[in-house]
């Protein structure tokens, strides 16, 4: 019988995990790969709230949601199916504003009276997104995984990479240029401190530019995505992996056909999954934030990470970084992953930072990283590996991945739906 999951340690910034071990002790040496694949721009119920298990929406009789929200008259608008896997142009929308206006009274009402409008009740289906949904449907999924903040991509990719946003609420690359760097480094810091490999592959731009200094150090760890899948092929992937779409063309940000990205993240994680490295493999794939689409769940608070406030102005909604943002989806890919499992637990990107911390003994860069959980919950590190042999999952809709099943959106919101 398989033991209990260590739990996670309660710390503070700077603390190890464990005070007994010296820095950069490999404690979880069953694991040796960790690969995280962050798509664009999806929430939770968008893409994974008809899903047959785990925290989805509320059906009818005939298998609808019957989540609502009110529209721009005070009109319920339902969630509906989209008519095709084509997005909006420049709607929804996840702007630090707009968030936090979806959030209405703390009960996640305002999402269509936003910027996001109609489109943002709008939903996937296994259907659609037939990988995901196996892949959802195989390996633990986290239905409390919510993004580290109510605001766009810089903010959470800088959570990701630091376990802050530094005062970034939104894409402004001004910040990127000019902001400041976080005083406790990244997380490829510590890595480099204790001389782990890691790469950032990347196939338009490597997450790693968001902390200039950073990119211009590790100039020979930033690799074009072509070399991941060699590497992967070769079992000599580094100890730490951030694996990026292409964000002008298969993020799966609007206005993106969402079966590029799919067939893009197929592809990687099944290069993951035959590549003689998977028996010693930890992926996460999840999102970034949740663009601007309706989730059911309401964000709950979070411990802010340091005393950078965010840079609002008076026009802006007052908030701070102590409130995670909405759901997104996310799935734990390894051998070592429990079977039939869903975890409730509560997650953020600084988790895979957590677990990063706990394998290697670091100290947590922020409050936030110190204080969140380290994804063991979902892995059974002590019996035979349940998924030792990859399944097999369901093809993508998008076989070819290089041109989309269609040009635009159907009608929004879809009277079929």
Known sequence: MSSAPPPTVPRHTGDRPDL???????????????????????????????????????????????????????????????????????????????????????????????????????YWTADDIPFYYGLANTFPVCDRWFSSCLAQTFPNRRFLLAATALGTINNDLSIVTNGPQPPNGTIMDLLNRHTIPWRDYYTSLPSAALYLPLFNANADKIAHIEQFFTDAAAGTLPAFSLVEPDYDKNSEENADDITLGESFSAKVINAAMQGPGWDKTLLIWNYDEHGGYYDHVVPPAAVAPDNVP????????????????????????????????????????????????????????????????????????????????????????????????????????????
């Open 20 to 122: 007994s071990k010296p820095e950069g002790t490999d404690t979880i040496p069953q694991i040796e790969h960790v690969i995280v694949l962050m798509m664009e721009n999806h929430s939770y119920d968008n893409y994974l709230g008809m899903l047959s298990r785990a925290d989805g929406f509320t059906r009818d009789p005939s298998g609808k949601p019957t989540n609502a929200n009110p529209d721009a008259n005070g009109q319920p608008l339902r969630a509906f199916h989209m008519a095709n896997t084509c997005q909006l142009q420049r709607q929804p929308s996840q702007a630090w504003d707009a968030s936090h206006k979806q959030l209405g009274q703390g009960d996640n009402s305002g999402f269509v009276q936003s910027d996001s409008g109609p489109v943002a009740m709008g």
């Open 310 to 417: 965010p840079m609002i102005t008076a026009a802006n909604v007052q908030a701070g970084y102590d409130q995670y943002g909405f759901r997104v989806p996310a799935v734990v890919v390894s051998p070592f992953a429990k079977k039939d499992y869903v975890s409730h637990v509560v997650h953020d990107h600084t988790s895979i930072l957590a677990f990063i911390e706990t394998k290697y003994n670091l100290p947590a860069l922020t409050e936030r990283d110190a204080h969140a959980d380290n994804l063991l919950d979902s892995l059974d590190l002590t019996g035979d590996p349940a998924f030792l042999t990859p399944p097999t999952l369901p093809a993508p809709k998008n076989i070819d991945g290089t041109t989309p099943v269609c040009t635009a959106p159907g009608p929004i919101p879809n009277p079929a739906g």
